[in-house]
Structures are given as C-alpha cells and as structure tokens.
C-alpha cells in the first residue's frame, strides 16, 4: 500500500469514507484512495479511503445505485473535507431521487469546501473562464490587472498592476472572478485580467 493508502486507512480506520464498508474474513471490499476531481491546488487533503463499490460508481465505471448512497446520510457530517465534497457532489447528483434535496440542505461545509464540491459538479453548458489573452483561468490561479477598475459599492480603485492570488470563479459569469484587493473581496471582469500562474 502507498504511503497516501496507509495515511488514509489510518484516518478512516480502514473504513470506508462513504459507506463505512469495512473488510472482514467473509468480504473484502477492496478499499484504496480515491482522488477527488477538479481539487484545487491549495488543498493539501484531496483523497478519501473507498470500497470499490463506492469508487466504481463515482468514476462512472458501474451505474450509480441511489439506495447504496443512503449512507451519505452519516457520511456527510464526517469533518474531512475532501469526504464532505464527494458527499455533497453524489447528493446533487442524485436530486431526481428526492430525499438528498434534504440532506443537501442540512448540509454544512465551509466557504471553500462548499466552492470547492461546486466546481466539480456540471450543470448545463460548461462555462470556462479565459483572461484577456485567451488562457483559462482556474481556480486558485493568480492574476495581474491590466487596468485601473473602479470596484462597485465602494470607493475602492483597483490599480493596474496589481497582483491577486488565489482567485475563484463566478460560476454563473463566465466574465467574473473573485479575489482580494488587499483587504477586500473584489468580482473582477476577465477581459481585463492576465493570468501569471499556470495550473500544475
């Protein structure tokens, strides 16, 4: 097993994240990490321990069972992050079933965790984010400003030059980012941005 696999056995006390399937003498249900998708870069925890059932299904490679999933009705709670995204993106996935509508809603995740389980879910057509020279824009990318803005709301000029790290995306604009202007969180238009960090 990788150090990353016994990391995670250890963590979930060689249980299944989701689930809580666990090896026995009668089953084994093969438990490995899982990667989460479009994690962003500034995560240090992106995996989660699951069976194989669970990772078949979230790969697309078996047909999703919604009545396998009724165990996000505990497994949502748990305070890993990483478990909380893949949580939270199999209940929207299965809203058509009715009963995650309301798990969904008890739901509670940070800001960043809650950003992070939206931007991989897919709804509708995919909106991508480019900068002024064409480049798409991610999630966690750092840009320049390309001119003086005058920021809404606020007295606020955010100068040319200016540098911003870590930015997020606004997923219904395919022309807004978020990121902070010294204190302030400011929605920037991406025609007047570049981006200076390249997605790892």
């Not at 950003?115 to 991508?128: F, L, N, S, Y």
């Amino acid at each position: 097993m990788s150090d990353l696999g016994k990391q995670l056995e250890e963590r979930s006390g060689n249980t299944c994240e989701i689930c809580a399937a666990t090896d026995t003498l009668e089953v084994k249900v093969s438990l490995e990490a899982y990667e989460v998708p479009d994690s962003p870069k500034n995560v240090k925890d992106t995996a989660i321990f699951a069976c194989e059932t669970c990772r078949m299904q979230l790969k697309g490679e078996s047909e999703v069972e919604p009545n396998h999933w009724r165990a996000l009705n505990d497994s949502m709670w748990s305070t890993v992050p990483a478990v909380q995204v893949v949580a939270y993106r199999m209940l929207d996935q299965l809203r058509p079933e009715g009963w995650p509508v309301d798990l969904i809603d008890m739901m509670y995740m940070e800001e960043d965790t809650k950003q992070w389980a939206e931007d991989g879910i897919q709804r509708g057509p995919k909106i991508v984010h480019k900068d002024a020279n064409g480049n798409i824009l991610h999630r966690g990318d750092s840009i320049v400003i390309l001119k003086d803005l005058d920021v809404k709301g606020s007295s606020l000029i955010a100068k040319r030059g200016t540098a911003v790290r870590n930015i997020s995306l606004v997923h219904e604009n395919a022309n807004q980012i978020e990121g902070k202007v010294g204190p302030t969180q400011v929605v920037l238009l991406t025609q007047f941005v570049k981006k200076t960090s390249k997605e790892e």
